[in-house]
């Protein structure tokens, strides 16, 4: 060991660029595994949210037209069973829509507000954890449960209230939950939430398309399409499809087991054609599909990184092969097998890379100290943005050490083959 | 009593292949010979007639084209490159004229190195190297890297290093090559007294003073054995 330090300190300059190298390469490595750890951990805890649940979405069908979910088929699928629930969810932004304070909304979506029936939301104290105040029940009306980390960031606590899309709420809960887009940040009565702000808008946009057909203008430019036509079929597809946006049916079923789902998942498809039926393995594909560009996107990054550090340990240690030719050949003079003098600088390689991987994991992990909370800060859309996981620091540095390694073992195999008798005359 | 054969040379020969258009160097050209255990032979004759590919096949840093070559009854010209790195682990030790140490070691881990990669638990391996600084009087220069050494100091050292393996073979190449005279002949003094009666010696030497402090003098010359004597001490 403290024959490698020596060797190390021997060419200062060289040895130094080339831990930087390393360590700029692990760094990488860390900050964009810790953003596909986030990604990860999104889709695991996804998947184990909707376990037992199944979405229900309307779709467009091939002539173009929405036909929503009407309630004779939400009666049939009650009727079904294997049906314990069937509820109407609305998920909107928790501070409303405003393009002009955020242009980029889409780019960076907010947190988003939950509106469900109580019978509903009682299914869901399996999957969040209450720390401190109660669930909804039934009677509640502008009243609310927040997240920990919305609450922690707005200081809102049990008792206080909360503002969601300019309406005041008072907060009645805090719960625990994975930080997931899945999982709202806030959990409303469904009927106030649909009252204060979808009926209005949906009222108003089929009044406007009621009205839009009587207009002379509208009958000069399509003379042709008759007004119960258009009130019966584009009308309604264009407000269904609205509606489809920020509202959705939640069936759960009698069997919550991934079987039982899966099975009542596959009926739903069957007898309602009309509809798209997302089970938990869908939620989770959707996810993975959602976070594979991103993860493909930083895998090949970090390979760039870390085979540039790679190189560079490649350059170092051919210079030092060259450079130690003659300690080569006294160490095979004096009884140094081959392999033992492919060890030592495979060792020396591994040491360069396993200190390049301490330093890079040391500045990434100070990074995302510092730097997590100032981005959450502008963002406030989650409660962090890199997961660093034990497996990932671990990964990091064996990550470090195998390509310190790899690197050395061409320049260590050349070492192995110097030949004593020529290097020691001094040819 | 007649003691064993510690070398024993066969039509002995080493050609080094000449680059195109050159001819090609024959350092050895059929050498036989015949060295006892225990036995110390100095090596003589002028540069190029063969001295040091002779002690390199020996040392096993170097291959005979042809001819055989035995040392204490093995076989060693055709032997692998891990069986040679044991070969010198074990049954040879060099000492050179340019001390050979390594710069970035003390002295003590200079000659520690042999036992490290022999195996030898570093404990142990401390304690010998220990005592072999001892014996060629360094022991109170165990800390120093070579640079702070003198020459005579850095080839005490590189004997110690030659003497820890207690190899049964010492092979020395011009030791004395890059020392003044009186240093030179503390060298040969501690070499000739640390082997003991059963370690063969073989020396490479330019200088006849060196030569005649050793029992048995094989010059050469054009490869081949030109005189082959025994010094008047031994012969009585």
Same mark, same amino acid.
């Given at each position: 060991m403290k024959n490698w330090l020596r060797n190390l300190k021997r060419q200062k300059l060289r040895n130094s660029l080339t831990i930087s190298g390393v360590a700029l390469g692990i760094f990488t490595l860390v900050i964009l595994g810790a953003l596909g750890e986030h990604f990860r951990s999104m889709v695991e805890d996804s998947r184990d949210y909707t376990r037992g649940m199944i979405r229900l979405f309307t779709k467009t069908n091939k002539d173009g037209i929405n036909v929503g979910i009407t309630k004779e088929t939400l009666d049939k699928i009650r009727a079904m069973d294997e049906v314990l629930l069937v509820e109407p969810v609305l998920t909107l932004w928790l501070n409303g829509f405003d393009l002009e304070s955020d242009p980029l909304g889409f780019m960076n979506p907010g947190p988003l507000v939950q509106g469900l029936n109580e019978e509903h939301a009682q299914t869901l104290r399996a999957k969040v954890k209450i720390l401190d105040g109660r669930w909804i029940r039934k009677g509640d009306k502008h009243h609310a449960m927040i997240a920990e980390w919305l609450a922690l960031k707005r200081d809102l606590k049990v008792g206080g209230s909360v503002t969601i899309r300019n309406k005041e709420y008072k907060v009645i809960g805090i719960y625990l939950a994975?930080?997931?887009?899945?999982?709202?940040?806030?959990?409303?009565?469904?009927?106030?939430?649909?009252?204060?702000?979808?009926?209005?808008?949906?009222?108003?946009?089929?009044?406007?398309?009621?009205n839009m057909s009587k207009r002379p203008a509208f009958k000069m430019a399509a003379p042709f399409i008759k007004a119960n036509k258009l009130d019966k079929e584009l009308s309604q597809s264009f407000v269904r499809e609205q509606q489809s946006l920020y509202r959705m049916y939640d069936v759960i079923p009698k069997d919550?087991?991934?079987?039982?789902?899966?099975?009542?998942?596959?009926?739903?498809?069957?007898?309602?054609?009309?509809?798209?039926?997302?089970?938990?393995?869908?939620?989770?594909?959707?996810?993975?599909?959602?976070?594979?560009?991103?993860?493909?996107?930083?895998?090949?990054?970090?390979?760039?990184?870390?085979v540039v550090g790679g190189l560079l340990?490649?350059?170092?240690?051919?210079?030092a092969v060259i450079e130690r030719r003659k300690e080569i050949a006294i160490k095979a003079a004096i009884g140094a097998t081959p392999r033992q003098i492919v060890l030592e600088f495979l060792l020396e390689a591994g040491a360069i890379g396993l200190i390049g991987a301490v330093i890079g994991i040391a500045l990434s992990v100070l990074t995302i100290h510092l730097a997590e909370p100032a981005i959450l800060d502008r963002l406030e859309n989650g409660a962090r943005?890199?997961?660093?996981t034990p497996r990932l620091l671990v990964l990091a540095a064996s990550y470090g050490i195998g390509m310190g390694v790899l690197a050395g073992s061409l320049p260590a195999s050349r070492a192995a083959r110097v030949d004593p008798a020529l290097t020691l005359r001094g040819l | 009593m007649t003691?064993?054969?510690? !070398?024993?040379?066969?039509?002995?020969?080493?050609?080094?292949?000449? =680059?195109?258009?050159?001819?090609? *160097?024959?350092?050895?050209r059929g050498l036989d010979l015949e060295?006892?255990?225990?036995?110390?032979?100095?090596?003589?004759?002028?540069?190029?007639?063969?001295?040091?590919?002779f002690l390199n096949i020996l040392g096993t840093l170097d291959r005979p084209s042809a001819g055989q070559v035995k040392v204490f009854g093995q076989s060693i010209e055709d032997l692998n490159p891990k069986e040679r790195a044991l070969y010198r682990r074990n049954t040879a030790a060099f000492v050179f004229q340019?001390?050979?140490? !390594?710069?970035?070691?003390?002295?003590?881990?200079?000659?520690?190195? =042999?036992?490290?990669?022999?195996? *030898?638990?570093a404990e142990e391996a401390r304690e010998r190297a220990d005592k072999a600084l001892a014996k060629v009087g360094l022991d109170h220069r165990k800390g120093h890297l070579p640079a702070l050494l003198s020459g005579g100091e850095q080839q005490r050292v590189a004997v110690a290093r030659a003497l820890v393996t207690e190899a049964r073979l010492l092979l020395a190449d011009e030791p004395t090559g890059n020392l003044d005279g009186a240093t030179a002949k503390d060298i040969m003094a501690l070499l000739l007294e640390s082997i003991g009666d059963q370690r063969t010696l073989i020396v490479v030497t330019h200088d006849p003073e060196i030569a005649a402090q050793i029992g048995r003098r094989i010059q050469l010359r054009d490869g081949l054995i030109e005189k082959d004597e025994l010094s008047k001490k031994v012969e009585s």
């Open positions: 994975p930080d997931v887009p899945l999982i709202p940040s806030g959990i409303v009565p469904y009927k106030p939430l649909n009252d204060d702000f979808i009926k209005p808008q949906l009222d108003r946009a089929q009044k406007f398309f009621k919550r087991s991934d079987a039982g789902t899966n099975a009542l998942a596959q009926k739903l498809r069957e007898e309602c054609p009309e509809l798209a039926v997302i089970d938990p393995d869908g939620f989770a594909e959707k996810m993975e599909k959602a976070v594979a560009r991103f993860i493909v996107l930083t895998a090949i990054m970090t390979i760039i990184s870390t340990i490649v350059n170092t240690m051919a210079m943005i890199f997961h660093l | 003691k064993e054969t510690a !070398i024993y040379c066969s039509g002995l020969t080493k050609v080094y292949p000449a =680059p195109e258009g050159h001819l090609e *160097v024959h350092a050895l060295i006892k255990v225990g036995e110390q032979v100095a090596i003589t004759g002028p540069s190029g007639c063969g001295k040091s590919s340019q001390f050979h140490l !390594i710069p970035t070691l003390t002295a003590l881990e200079n000659v520690s190195l =042999p036992l490290h990669y022999a195996g *030898v638990n």
